[in-house]
């Protein structure tokens, strides 16, 4: 069975700063890996997806996210984190190409001046 | 483009009620999804379809049911509200299944059961 942890429900960062959002996986088989992103009021967005290709994959608004398979990790970074990245960030992991999602609880990224 | 649209954004229904979301994409996917999401319990699925006249169970569909008899819409149907389905709904699309392809999020529907 596939899961998904995210370390931290919530992440603080002032602006201008590294953003590192931590996602860990179990899967029996390679995993696709994604990260979508959620605003205020809204629906999910993809950010990024991994489906075995290159290991570190880069994703909208400067946002990008490695693949390492030894430590089962997916973590989401930024080098400068801006005002309108506050939000909700979801990883999320599938086990193959036919099989539906499975969702971390997510980390509420707050950016402050 | 409309994308994923979901009616109503908003209802506040009794215990005991019965509603119906609807659920209407306009991209011609296959794939459709229906997932609740509780605070800081991230996004569990509800029921999903592969495409028209075919529907699966999720991971908590007990309380739901759904049909999909377009390839277009997939109304979410609850029976005998409970406050445990007080929760944001959101539908979504994919032109490939899971692993394979992009999900598009409708806006959410919030529903309050008291």
């Known amino acids: 069975a596939q899961s998904v942890t995210q370390l931290g429900s919530h992440v603080s960062v002032s602006e201008g700063a590294l953003v590192l959002l931590r996602c860990n996986y179990s899967?029996?088989?390679?995993?696709?890996l994604f990260w979508y992103v959620q605003y205020p009021n809204q629906g999910l967005q993809l950010l990024l997806k991994?489906?075995?290709?290159?290991?570190l994959v880069k994703g909208i608004n400067g946002f990008e996210a490695e693949f390492k398979k030894s430590e089962t990790s997916f973590h989401l970074t930024k080098p400068s984190a801006h005002m309108s990245d506050a939000a909700e960030y979801f990883c999320?992991?599938?086990?193959?190409?036919?099989?539906?999602?499975?969702f971390g609880k997510g980390t509420m990224l707050l950016v402050s001046p | 483009n409309a994308g994923v649209t979901q009616t109503p954004k908003f209802r506040i229904l009794k215990i005991g009620q019965s509603m119906t979301l609807q659920c209407a994409q306009d991209?011609?996917?296959?794939?459709m999804y229906w997932y609740r999401q509780d605070p800081g319990m991230g996004l569990k699925l509800i029921y999903y379809?592969?495409?028209?006249?075919?529907?699966d169970k999720g991971e908590v569909p007990n309380g739901y049911n759904v049909s999909r008899s377009t390839t277009e819409d997939f109304p979410l149907r609850l029976e005998l509200a409970a406050p445990s389905q007080t929760s944001v709904y959101f539908c979504?699309?994919?032109?490939?299944?899971?692993?394979?392809?992009?999900?598009?999020f409708g806006e959410g529907s919030r529903l309050t059961v008291l």
């Open positions: 979504a699309s994919s032109y490939d299944a899971g692993g394979g392809g992009e999900l598009f």
């Open positions: 899967s029996s088989v390679p995993p696709y």
């Open positions: 991994y489906t075995s290709a290159a290991t």
């Open positions: 999320a992991v599938s086990d193959s190409g036919y099989s539906t999602l499975t």
């Open positions: 991209m011609n996917h296959n794939y």
């Open positions: 379809s592969v495409g028209a006249g075919i529907t």
